[in-house]
């Protein structure tokens, strides 16, 4: 089964249960449909997603990453004697959030590469300082490409 291409249809497609299939990426997808589906597909490196789902899970973690960075901050103390900052609650839930979402964070970049019809492996574009990740910027920005259906895989097949 093939679905339109998002500049194709001008509201989301009807499907069975009101969205796509797990499998599938879904365009337009709203804000609370986009982060469920990050983390449903945790660690999943096949398949695509969406603009929408890509740049909804990016606002969340920017907005959680701002908080927690606060956070840290207000509990991080130091000394004129000693210029280490402790290590404070803030730090702990810092680690504890980065290390809950690198992998499902590195998946969603990998959809998103091959909704443009890219190979996941540019993600290790993000290894390169600061040019990797300019170069990685401009293909999550890049519209959705038909032709990026050669990376599904519907569950049973």
Known sequence: MSYP???QQTQPQAFQGGEPPIWAPYYGAPFPAAVQRFFKKYATFSGR?????YWWW??????VGIVLNIITGA????????????????????????????VPSLAL???????????????LL??????????????????SNPAGQRYDR????
């Open 58 to 63: 990016t606002l969340v973690a920017v907005a």
């Open 49 to 53: 997603a969406s603009r929408s789902e």
């Open 126 to 143: 993000l290894l390169v300082p600061f040019l990797g990740a300019l170069a990685v910027l401009v293909l999550m920005i890049m519209p």
């Open 5 to 7: 291409h998002p500049q």
């Open 75 to 102: 509990t991080t103390t130091t000394s004129s004697l000693d210029s280490t900052p402790a290590f404070g609650f803030g730090s702990i839930l810092l680690i504890v959030w980065g290390l809950a979402t690198i």
């Open 109 to 123: 970049v990998v959809r998103r590469l091959h909704d443009g019809n890219f190979s996941g492996w540019l993600a």
């Open 154 to 157: 519907p569950a049973g097949v």
